[in-house]
């Protein structure tokens, strides 16, 4: 069956430009995560989905960056005013159930954003 | 504040011999324990998990030992194969917590024929 699916696989912006990322999750998935992965760094946690509403939003760095689940299947990650700092992988995840610690998440092959 | 930490970023094994890579974390409130696999371009693979309930846990050639005392897993490889090569990162999540994950910086494992 098909698997977490990210668009684009990359993509180059200049600094102060708007981004959207979208995570196509596995089918039936209703959990769905956000990860950012900087250069040596392991995933860092940006914001959990449960269905269509944002159950945690705590990893978000600032205001620049705001996702959307409308319909509790596709997820868009937008990025205002972007920065040099911003550059990393962006990994999405889905998982079978939603708000249980022992769920699997099954992560998507990430977005690398670079920001010049 | 790194709450999970593997402080080795690499190791160097040859193939058929025991792989053993380790990981430490600091926050008591984890209660479940991931590993999972990364090849270049891709995004993580689940590889093996563990509860905090248990002490070990075995799939195949991949087996997770958790010591919750000295707060640190380790996972086994054995016998390693040259495919095993890849990145490993170690993952933890606190129920209560909406399944997030905190995951380790990896360690690049490279298996030599």
């Known amino acids: 069956g098909a698997g977490v699916s990210q668009t684009p696989s990359n993509k180059v912006t200049e600094k102060g430009k708007y981004v959207e990322l979208r995570c196509d999750p596995i089918s039936g998935h209703t959990a769905l995560y956000w990860y950012r992965q900087s250069l040596g760094q392991g995933p860092e946690f940006l914001i959990y989905f449960q269905g269509t509403g944002a159950a945690d939003d705590s990893g978000l760095p600032n205001d620049r960056f705001f996702a959307v689940r409308p319909e509790g299947s596709v997820s868009t990650l937008k990025i205002q005013r972007t920065e040099r700092g911003d550059s990393a992988v962006y990994l999405c995840?889905?998982?079978?159930?939603?708000?249980?610690?022992?769920?699997?998440?099954?992560f998507g092959p990430g977005t690398r954003l670079t920001v010049l | 504040d790194q709450q999970v930490k593997q402080n080795s970023p690499s190791l160097s094994v040859q193939e058929g011999r025991i792989s053993i890579l380790n990981c430490d974390y600091t926050?008591?409130?984890?209660?479940?324990f991931l590993w999972y696999k990364k090849y270049p371009a891709e995004g993580p693979t689940f590889l093996i998990s563990?509860?905090?309930?248990?002490d070990k846990n075995e799939d195949g050639r991949f087996t997770v030992f958790l010591n919750k005392s000295a707060k640190h897993l380790s996972l086994h490889i054995v016998p390693s194969q040259p495919g095993d090569s890849a990145v490993y990162f170690c993952a933890a999540s606190a129920t209560g917590a909406n399944s997030k994950l905190t995951f380790g910086k990896g360690i690049t494992l490279s298996v030599r024929p």
């Open positions: 563990i509860s905090s309930i248990k």
């Open positions: 995840a889905s998982s079978l159930f939603a708000g249980s610690s022992t769920d699997t998440q099954y």
């Open positions: 926050n008591s409130m984890f209660d479940y």
